[in-house]
């Protein structure tokens, strides 16, 4: 019996549970398993596999997420009392009502599913999850785990490549939640964009949810929102090492008139409201000073007002961070700003200058990131929402779930478009790797067939390529998926998001650097075996079993 969600239930699993009902599906899956039910065929065993048909972006790889959100709800899948209700009232009034006894006594008890680890390189046309059971509910799963693995994957793979854009060593921030498809899409890209490759997300809930770590100091509205140093209150703050509090505002105001004259600013066009803004937050947090200075002018009153404060709370023996550039020229002003830091290091023998950083945001794309690199820059962290968590370019990676075996039976889609075209029957993935341990091929083999081994030649015939049959000798071997869900229980401990993220970057540090190419990479080798390729041959010609019934009694 599927596990009850209760007081107890670990919060993201109750998170995922509340997102994720049975009732999240398409209505033709209740129409077919009705049918199957109806012809008593809805306890037969069958087979699906999910899989996408193109790496997307234009790269060359995808990174498999959503696992662990897809294990969460097999286990909790029940129907409730009232989903069983609406079902009676939207499907057709000749519904047999024993049909929703059935379905309020449904759960996965009966399922397993065999998958790859989640954050594993992926590529198109790999069967990356199967799902196994009774043929009804494990049409009924259909929808939901498309629903929730197509996005998480789409996400992380774009989070990998905004990793790739930036360089292993530039932090990353993902900020997407306020332009993200709603709320559930904003948690789903904070999680899946952490595994990707960011660092930290904005994002509070995921925070208390997936362990991630959370950043975030002011926005332009804090900064705009003061007018007058009046509005400063308190006005005092007690050193770091203890002692009378100081009248923060008088040591600033002394500070600001030395940086004007260091930097040969004029005092006058300084904005009395910025300088209030920085006061007000340093007083509220010395220790996580990291204002916006773009509100205004850059170096006319934001970088003078925040060098006049941050040496304030250093003379009070704080450490203050640095600054947010969300604005213009974000190149040319982080070096301008690192100058400015710099001189103020030398000039007041102040060296916490040296260390503070510079972090820029403002519709940062893959492409402007990759700009980024070329150009002569002093940025230490980059904040990016919108490309990141709406996937501009690519806005659906295309997961689909189908049917390959039914009462042990191979079954195939045949399709005017051969890219819809299907490989049938249950099967084993195999990665083949070369001496270096670089994946070399993904080899897709009939679940009945020996394992390809080590050193021994083998005869494949790779997809999407008209080279016919092409003979490998692996080096090393190693079995893609494995048994994560049996017969209503997740078989294996369930990785947290920091695992998931350790193991993505492993997996993609061993692939070959033609294969991570941003733009136009080397094709990866996809193949499938001898048998498969005859199974399919054998299809296509009509030789399967049954294909001559209109010719029998």
């Avoid at 007058?228 to 002394?254: A, F, H, M």
């Avoid at 006319?300 to 941050?310: E, H, K, T």
């Avoid at 920091?498 to 997996?507: C, F, G, K, L, V």
Wanted: aromatic share 10%; charged share 20%; proline share 6%.
């Amino acid at each position: 019996m599927a596990m009850q969600l209760n007081e107890t239930c670990a919060t993201p699993e109750r998170s995922v549970c509340e997102r994720v009902s049975p009732l999240l599906t398409d209505l033709y899956q209740f129409t077919m398993a009705y049918a199957y039910w109806r012809a008593g065929r809805h306890n037969e065993p069958a087979v699906f596999e999910l899989f996408f048909r193109d790496n997307p972006f234009g790269g060359g790889f995808s990174l498999f997420a959503g696992l662990s959100d897809c294990l969460m709800f097999l286990r909790n899948f029940r129907f409730k009392k009232e989903d069983v209700e609406y079902l009676r009232s939207v499907l057709p009034s000749d519904t047999d009502p024993d049909f929703f006894t059935y379905l309020k006594e449904l759960d996965c008890s009966a399922v397993s599913v065999s998958a790859v680890s989640e954050g594993t390189v992926v590529f198109a046309r790999v069967p990356f999850l199967e799902v196994s059971g009774p043929l009804a509910i494990v049409q009924l799963l259909e929808t939901s785990l498309l629903c929730l693995v197509n996005y998480a994957s789409l996400v992380c793979t774009n989070a990998a490549r905004f990793r790739l854009a930036a360089g292993p060593k530039r932090r990353l921030l993902e900020m997407g939640l306020r332009r993200a498809q709603g709320p559930d899409g904003g948690l789903t890209a904070s999680r899946y964009t952490y595994i990707g490759g960011f660092d930290l997300t904005s994002n509070a809930l995921a925070g208390r949810l997936f362990g991630i770590p959370v950043t975030g100091t002011m926005a332009h509205s804090y900064v705009t929102s003061f007018s007058s140093l009046e509005e400063v209150w308190p006005q005092t703050l007690v050193p770091s090492r203890g002692g009378d509090p100081i009248d923060l505002i008088s040591l600033v105001k002394g500070w600001l008139g030395r940086v004007c004259q260091l930097l040969g600013t004029k005092p006058q066009r300084v904005r009395e409201g910025e300088l209030a803004a920085f006061l007000s937050y340093a007083i509220a947090y010395p220790q996580n000073f990291l204002p916006v200075i773009d509100s205004y002018s850059v170096s006319c009153s934001g970088l003078p007002c925040f060098c006049a404060v941050a040496l304030a709370l250093c003379e009070l023996h704080y450490q203050p961070l640095g600054i947010r550039l969300d604005s213009g020229d974000l190149c040319r002003q982080s070096v301008e700003v690192r100058r400015v830091f710099r001189e103020c290091s030398n000039h007041f023998t102040v060296p916490a200058f040296e260390s503070f950083i510079i972090v820029c945001t403002n519709s940062v794309s893959e492409q402007s990131l990759a700009e980024l690199n070329k150009r002569d820059n002093e940025i230490d962290a980059v904040g990016v929402g919108t490309h990141l968590v709406t996937c501009t370019s690519h806005p659906s990676l295309g997961c689909v779930y189908k049917l390959v075996e039914v009462r042990g039976c191979p079954r195939m889609k045949l399709s005017e478009d051969p890219e819809k075209s299907t490989l049938p029957g249950r099967k084993a993935i195999y990665r083949l790797l070369d001496t270096e341990g670089h994946p070399q091929m993904d080899l897709i083999c009939l679940s009945e067939e020996t394992a390809p081994k080590v050193g021994v030649s083998l005869n494949c015939y790779p997809l999407g390529l008209d080279k016919g049959v092409q003979s490998v000798t692996p080096a090393q071997v190693t079995s893609l998926r494995s048994d994560v869900f049996f017969h209503g229980e997740i078989a294996l401990p369930l990785s947290s998001a920091s695992d998931s993220r350790i193991y993505a970057q492993t997996s993609l540090q061993a692939l070959y650097p033609h294969h991570k190419k941003l733009q136009e990479p080397e094709y990866y080798t996809v193949a499938i075996s001898e048998k498969i390729h005859s199974l399919v041959s054998d299809i296509r010609k009509g030789n399967s079993k049954g294909s001559n019934f209109l010719l029998s009694n």
